[in-house]
């Protein structure tokens, strides 16, 4: 009797044993749960998905985007990895950052207010730093947090999602705290651009301030450089999308209406138009310029562009600069004192070319694959541009401008004020004749494009 008692008390004990180490267990894996919970309650960054087409991790020697997450577990460093490389592509840099290394972000009290901006602290870092090696979806989203306030001229704004990234440059949509309006704000890293495009970026402040009354121009509300960490702050108006991607994500869909063709070649032609009555040649006239906010379109990045003062036609430049498909005859082509002869003709061969991709789906140098190439193309008189036959749903009014912005010699190109005369006429008709052309030519004299060369 006394080992059977023996024996119930030792399974007693036993199963005693199990319940208490079978409840610790629970209460562990509880504990653990609820310590997740708030980890990821308290996680400063959201998790995020870029889409890749490929899939492939990036590297300095491809530009195929990969798939991007953001765990909750890894926050967004504030200090600048250590080597930056750039590879230019398009007339656009793209940053590739080569160190992996993840930092926790130093955290900055909303009343530190001093002239250092919390976001940038040292002189090479860029704002809002984020994952090394990958390629930023512009939707983005940053949970607002201390170390996301950039300060200009004192004045708080939240950063909510990077816009865009280019050469040293980096483009946030943001919050202004007061008012809760959206605005953008482009941060520039002067100290890693050579002097030539520093003064480039300067000279883009000193044109906007002179065109702020011009409601075809992006607005811009504050600017601030920084001399200490030689980082120029930008505050402008937030647009909804570039007119190069829209065109882009409609091409995807269907071919673009020509009754949206015409419309945007109006917008866009009254936006430079404003320009050039204020003494202004942007000379980077292209899609991707121009922005596209509340359904008006207006122009941006005026980083190389020029003022004409007093009774000045021209001015001559010591480079090319420019966007190959869409850069002038006369911006490549040197006089005999070397230098690049510009005027507001130059904008107009930009037009013609941006309307050329507008009604044929290309530029009209796109085949030529060789930069070289391409610029000898543009520059030679004798080169003969080719349009597409098959273009009866093109109206005759746009064939004329398009021809007619796409004359080599300068002097022989439309003004602007001449090109949004000529979209009147841009209606359809069966086809081009002479009763037409006579109609319409009475108008433009000085119109150097001939019937043949509109029935080619």
Request: proline fraction near 5%; hydrophobic fraction near 35%; aromatic fraction near 6%.
């Amino acid at each position: 009797n006394s080992k059977k008692e023996l024996e119930l008390e030792e399974k007693k004990e036993t199963e005693i044993f199990k319940t208490s180490k079978k409840e610790s267990s629970l209460i562990e894996n509880d504990l653990r749960s609820a310590s997740l919970d708030t980890f990821a309650k308290q996680s400063e960054v959201t998790q995020i998905s870029a889409i890749s087409q490929n899939n492939c991790p990036v590297s300095n020697k491809t530009e195929q985007k990969q798939n991007l997450v953001v765990n909750e577990n890894k926050l967004p460093s504030l200090e600048q990895p250590e080597k930056v490389s750039t590879t230019e592509t398009s007339g656009a840099l793209i940053h590739t950052l080569s160190n992996n290394t993840m930092h926790p972000p130093t955290i900055i009290a909303n009343n530190q207010r001093n002239k250092i901006n919390p976001v940038c602290p040292t002189k090479n870092s860029h704002p809002l730093q984020v994952p090394a090696n990958s390629f930023i979806n512009s939707r983005i989203i940053l949970k607002p947090q201390p170390q996301n306030i950039l300060y200009v001229n004192e004045k708080p704004y939240t950063a909510l999602s990077l816009l865009g990234r280019g050469g040293s440059s980096e483009v946030y949509q943001v919050i202004e705290e007061n008012s809760s309006r959206l605005m953008a704000i482009k941060c520039v890293n002067l100290a890693s651009v050579e002097a030539g495009t520093a003064n480039g970026y300067l000279n883009e402040i000193e044109l906007l301030s002179k065109l702020q009354s011009c409601s075809s121009v992006i607005k811009m509300f504050d600017h601030e450089y920084m001399e200490s960490t030689k980082m120029l702050y930008v505050v402008m108006e937030k647009g909804d999308i570039d007119f190069s991607r829209l065109m882009k994500d409609i091409t995807k869909i269907k071919k673009i209406p020509m009754s949206m063709i015409i419309y945007y070649w109006t917008e866009m032609l009254s936006a430079v138009k404003d320009i050039h009555d204020k003494g202004i040649i942007h000379s980077d006239l292209k899609p991707g310029n121009f922005l596209l906010v509340s359904g008006r379109l207006k122009l941006i990045d005026f980083g190389i562009a020029s003022s004409l003062q007093g009774d000045m036609t021209s001015v001559e430049k010591d480079v090319i600069r420019g966007t190959f498909n869409y850069i002038s005859p006369e911006a490549i082509s040197a006089g005999e004192n070397r230098f690049h002869k510009i005027n507001y003709k130059s904008d107009v061969w930009s037009l013609g070319c941006i309307l050329y991709n507008l009604l044929f789906g290309c530029t009209p140098f796109s085949h030529i694959t060789s930069t070289l190439g391409k610029f000898q193309a543009i520059a030679d008189p004798n080169f003969k541009i080719k349009y597409p036959k098959d273009n009866n749903d093109v109206p005759p009014a746009l064939k004329l401008s398009v021809r007619w912005c796409l004359i080599k010699e300068p002097k022989s190109r439309p003004t602007v004020d001449r090109l949004l005369k000529l979209a009147e006429h841009a209606i359809r008709v069966p086809q081009i004749d002479n009763l037409w052309y006579q109609c319409v030519i009475k108008d433009f004299p000085d119109c150097c494009v001939s019937l043949e060369d509109l029935k080619e």
